[in-house]
């Protein structure tokens, strides 16, 4: 069987689809699955070991044998626990065949296959009766079915039909119940997620301000969940406006329901301010006593014992439609809509003299539809993408370079997606302005530059850099061709590269002076330690008693599938690490020539400065706009006593971890690593290695 899988190929800047083995898909998901860091969360397992021993001994204590429905059980891990609780049978339920496989292994190596049945099914296919799947109804309901969103990976409809056709009625559930909270905030960082803000650039003939199309200030943005670890975003950040709020809880021991509806709560703001962001998260009673309580709230609210680190539940930040001004103690109203798979919220202000006859009159006003993008910059910019075009330092940079290489006769192109250099260059005075938006079909610019009356000052060329005409450009040469370099379809930091290919191909529009910004790149690496992140990786070996080495074999096998093993992208701001070497520029590219023939490859040997564990290395593109102005996607600063890390907020770093993680090695003190890295110029990847 063969599988073609989508990917953007950064020589061309294009979506291509590659004809692939079927192993491939399935080694891509074991690889990056969060299968391990679920294994690795203690706090997580712990709690649901207690809350299915309390369970099973309720359903004993009335005499009843224990019956078990585990929809979901992944490695097998929730069955074994109820097994050993001394559940009389379990039916484990995995629609993931490989996971299914998996879960087999591992409940026999265990000593469970006479009790735990894995049927590799999802549980809306699972039938019950003499001949079926299942001989009776079950007593008792396990799953672990949530994202940070709790509801995103299809929990209420898989519990909507077991309770339908699985269980008993009046069965005990695992967990019992979940509840979402909210608290209501101020923030210029996130709602700069959300939002463009002016940009002011001091031209030639005064000041102008930027401004996006009005649709924005009440666009409801995208529906997809924005999750983050948000224990990482520091109080400084942002304001909260209301206590932390109950939104609502679902039961998961009764029928539950997944059709659209919303919930509503009153609240009074603790303080005056802009509400802009509602920040979220859940916990899952394991107990209907609530005793047993797994949470997933941040370090503000959650003081008492030591934060558990996961990865595969953080929590989310919603925009509201538009920001709304609020004073302490005033009656407002916040409204949870959702759907079967996701949520989103709306804020309205109580009316005057209002009381609860007229509730009937809000709910008319309740927006149950889930948001969508009216303003079309949303369907541009993602998230990271607004807080990057928002930074205001990275902006002054671009201007301050831009300002150094225009002239008033420039013919000036650039290459970059949804970017606003153009406007930029425009405005410095540039006399002719060109762009091209290679892997996006923008329908936002159009807009955008009407809006600030720009439409016939800037030329969108609708054609891919190799088609680009004379006539494209009024038959003139390029004197200065600009990029950010910044396009949707880049995964990797060096995935931007495809400026560079560009470049080469626009290369006989090229005056014989043109001056090209960035002037070139680097790939700069650091050797790190990480506080959490290597957990995600690494081998678990038994979890709670039981061993579940055939998944940490099934992960290894993945992860070293291809001859050579891969970096993979993660927003480092959010993950803290210690540096352990000095950063160091390990390859250059020179966007005034064009892509060379050959590959580019380096090796040499990093020396590490701090004691601590080598988990990999991280890697970052810097951009050298002009002379002396450079612009980081990676390390931004580093503090050299301890080495602590700050990271470009707005980025995704490279991260290549060494198989002393994947193998779970101990390595005994090493000085120094060494390293050979190779760019293939053909297919605009990079290559690596690494030893100790
Ligand atoms: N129970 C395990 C794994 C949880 S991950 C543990 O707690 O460690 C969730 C698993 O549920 C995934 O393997 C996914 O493939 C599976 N899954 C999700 N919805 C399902 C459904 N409706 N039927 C069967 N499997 C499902």
Redesign the pocket.
């Known amino acids: 069987m063969k599988t073609f899988c989508g990917r953007a190929n950064p020589t061309t800047g294009s979506m291509e689809w590659l004809e692939e083995g079927e192993d491939y898909d399935y080694h891509q998901e074991i690889a990056r699955s969060r299968?391990a860091d679920?294994?690795h969360d203690k706090d997580r397992n712990v709690k649901?070991y207690q809350g299915i021993r309390a369970a099973v001994s309720r359903v004993k204590e009335r005499g009843e044998k224990a019956i078990v429905l585990?929809?979901?059980?992944?490695?097998g891990?929730?069955s074994m626990m109820a097994a050993s609780a001394g559940a009389d049978f379990c039916y484990a339920?995995?629609?993931?065949k490989p996971?299914a496989n998996a879960a087999v292994k591992i409940v026999e190596k265990n000593g469970f296959s006479d009790k735990i049945k894995v049927i590799n099914?999802?549980?809306?296919e699972v039938t019950v009766g003499p001949d079926g799947d299942m001989q009776c109804r079950a007593n008792i309901l396990v799953t672990?079915?949530f994202d940070t969103e709790l509801i995103g990976?299809?929990a209420l409809p898989?519990y909507e039909h077991a309770h339908k056709y699985l269980v008993q009625e009046g069965c005990e559930a695992v967990p019992h119940r979940a509840t979402v909270y909210v608290q209501l905030v101020e923030s210029r960082r996130m709602w700069s997620w959300k939002k463009l803000f002016p940009v002011h650039v001091e031209a030639e003939d005064g000041e102008k301000i930027l401004v996006p199309p009005s649709e924005m200030e009440n666009c409801p943005g995208v529906p997809s969940v924005c999750d983050i670890q948000l224990n990482q975003m520091p109080s400084s950040d942002f304001i909260t406006l209301s206590d932390v709020i109950t939104m609502f809880s679902v039961d998961f021991s009764k029928p539950v329901q997944s059709a659209s509806t919303y919930y509503r709560v009153q609240l009074e703001p603790v303080k005056s301010g802009k509400a802009q962001i509602v920040l979220s998260w859940w916990d899952i009673d394991m107990d209907p006593s609530g005793k047993i309580n797994c949470t997933m709230a941040p370090y503000w609210v959650k003081t008492t014992s030591a934060l558990q680190w996961r990865d595969h539940w953080m929590q989310c930040v919603y925009f509201l439609p538009r920001e709304e001004p609020v004073l302490q103690g005033e009656k407002l109203y916040l409204t949870a809509c959702r759907d079967e798979y996701s949520v989103w919220y709306n804020l309205q202000k109580a009316r005057e003299g209002e009381n609860e006859a007229d509730e009937e009159e809000h709910k008319a006003d309740v927006r149950v539809e889930s948001p969508v993008c009216r303003c079309r910059a949303h369907l541009l910019w993602n998230r990271p993408r607004f807080g990057q075009l928002n930074d205001q330092s990275r902006t002054r940079q671009y201007i301050r370079s831009l300002r150094k290489v225009l002239k008033t006769d420039s013919v000036c192109l650039c290459i970059s997606d949804g970017s606003l250099l153009p406007v930029l260059a425009h405005y410095l005075g540039a006399k002719q302005v060109q762009c091209m938006q290679p892997s996006r079909i923008d329908l936002y610019h159009p807009h955008f530059f009407k809006a600030n009356h720009l439409e016939d000052k800037i030329k969108i060329i609708e054609a891919r850099p190799e088609l680009l005409k004379p006539s494209h450009l009024e038959d003139k040469k390029i004197s200065v061709l600009v990029g950010e370099p910044f396009f949707t379809t880049s995964l990797l930091p060096w995935h931007n590269l495809y400026f560079w290919y560009a470049r080469t191909a626009v290369s006989t529009h090229l005056a014989s002076n043109v001056t090209v910004l960035p002037q070139s790149a680097s790939l700069h690496m650091m050797i790190v330690e990480f506080q959490d992140l290597w957990r995600i990786r690494s081998p678990c070996g038994t979890c709670e008693g039981f061993d579940v080495q055939t998944m940490d074999d099934m992960i290894k096998d993945s992860l070293n599938f291809r001859e050579s093993k891969e970096a993979e992208p993660h927003p480092l701001w959010e993950y803290p690490c210690k540096s352990l070497s000095d950063p160091q520029e390990v390859l250059t590219f020179d966007f005034t020539k064009t892509v060379p023939q050959q590959c580019l490859s380096t090796e040499g040997s990093v020396k590490l400065l701090r004691k601590g564990k080598s988990h990999g290395a991280v890697l970052w593109m810097e951009y050298h706009l002009a002379a002396d102005i450079s612009v980081s996607t990676g390390l931004m600063q580093l503090s050299n006593e301890k080495g602590n890390c700050e990271w470009n907020p707005h980025c995704k770093q490279a991260v290549y971890f060494f198989s002393s993680v994947i193998e779970s090695e101990i390595l005994s003190d090493p000085t120094a690593v060494t390293y050979a890295i190779k760019f293939d110029t053909k297919t605009g990847e990079i290559a690596m290695d690494f030893k100790m």
């Open positions: 299968y679920m294994l649901y585990d929809i979901g059980t992944g490695t891990l929730l339920i995995e629609v993931f996971m099914k999802h549980s809306t672990e079915l990976e299809g898989t």
